[in-house]
């Protein structure tokens, strides 16, 4: 578990290891070496940001934001999280996750596919344990509803150009939503007032939007440090944001590659590549970004004053120069 982003905060740190213990306890398969590989994936590489979030956010509010429940909250959040990077590893074909072999590559798909539902059912459990009686029941399934109906909307228009309100109409649901759901449920179950948990959605939402299109941009990088194959994402069709902002104006140089669609060998996407950064599309990328992360600054000074306030700015802050 990489919690770079809050390490200057040890309280939370804390907290984050009973989040993880919660995860490592609550999955249970009849396999040990897939079950040794789901703890690994919950306990190496990801970097917890939900559930950090979650917890965060439960400060700003009056009552025990380590509590127990709140951290069954949390976890939540990541198994959650976890279960869609399995099945997103199935569809893409994926051989890695956070440097590692993908659950799919190295158990199968049909594994694959029972694993991420298995995670799906923990995820279920912890509801029913923390919000029984509760909106906020309701608010998850319409988050997940978010969360797949972006995750489809990416997928129908692989191999195509797509506007870029349809980009961040799919980025808002399947990335966006999630960490908007964090933010959101720390405030409320923290015992935060309506202003504040409506202030928390948001600041959630625009810092999920940050984030993927950074992610979108290591697509195009050459940072050996990262734990995610480069140009996957353009190999297998999506077409983000460095590359949109530039196609438009560019359709010939891109044309004898893209045309290729699922053809397109190695040398293809890394000419595509050169293209994106010839034009300037990540600079561009990183742009959009840092106007998404200035609005979530803005709604953040709109909180409290407080230590919390100030950790959330930091961390938001971090995010934008992010290089893992």
């Known amino acids: 578990m990489d919690k770079h982003y809050f390490r200057s905060d040890p309280q939370l740190n804390n907290a984050l290891e009973e989040v ?14 897939l079950q040794s ?11 917890y940001l939900r559930p950090a979030f979650c917890l965060t956010f439960a400060r700003l509010g009056g009552k025990e934001w380590n509590s127990e429940k709140l951290i069954k909250i949390a976890s939540s959040l990541e198994i959650l999280h976890m279960a869609t990077l399995i099945h ?19 158990f199968g798909k049909d594994t694959a596919v029972y694993s991420g539902d298995l995670l799906f059912t923990v995820f279920f459990d912890l509801l029913v344990e923390t919000m029984s009686n509760s909106s906020y ?10 969360i797949l109906a ?10 195509q150009q797509q506007s870029l309100l349809e980009y961040y109409r799919n980025i808002n649901g399947k990335t966006a939503t999630l960490f908007s759901l964090a933010a959101q449920e720390g405030a409320h179950f923290g015992g935060a007032d309506a202003r504040t948990v409506h202030l928390a959605k948001h600041i959630g939402q625009n810092v999920g939007i940050t984030f993927q299109i950074l992610d979108d941009m290591l697509d195009y990088s050459t940072n050996e440090k990262l734990n995610k194959p480069i140009l996957e994402d353009l190999a297998t069709g999506v077409y983000s944001l460095p590359l949109l902002l530039v196609l438009k104006d560019h359709q010939e140089a891109f044309k004898p590659y893209l045309d290729k669609k699922q053809d397109m060998t190695v040398a293809d996407t890394e000419a595509v590549q050169k293209l994106v950064n010839k034009y300037g599309g990540v600079e561009k990328a990183h742009q959009l970004a840092g106007k998404f992360t200035n609005k979530a600054l803005q709604l953040i000074d709109e909180l409290p004053k407080s230590a919390t306030q100030k ?10 120069n992010r290089s893992m």
Do not use: C, W, Y
Not at 20 to 33: A, G, H, M, T
Not at 37 to 47: V, Y
């Open 37 to 47: 590989a789901l703890h690994q994936m919950a306990s190496k590489g990801g970097k």
């Open 150 to 159: 972006g995750e489809l909307g990416q997928m129908n228009k692989r191999f």
């Open 88 to 106: 997103d590893d199935v569809i893409d074909d994926s051989p890695e996750r956070r440097g590692a072999p993908s659950i799919q590559a190295a």
């Open 20 to 33: 993880n213990q919660l995860i490592n306890q609550r999955i249970s398969v009849n396999n040990d070496d």
């Open 137 to 146: 029941l309701t608010i998850n399934a319409q988050a997940m509803r978010k």
């Open 311 to 320: 950790l959330l700015k930091k961390v938001t802050k971090q995010l934008l």
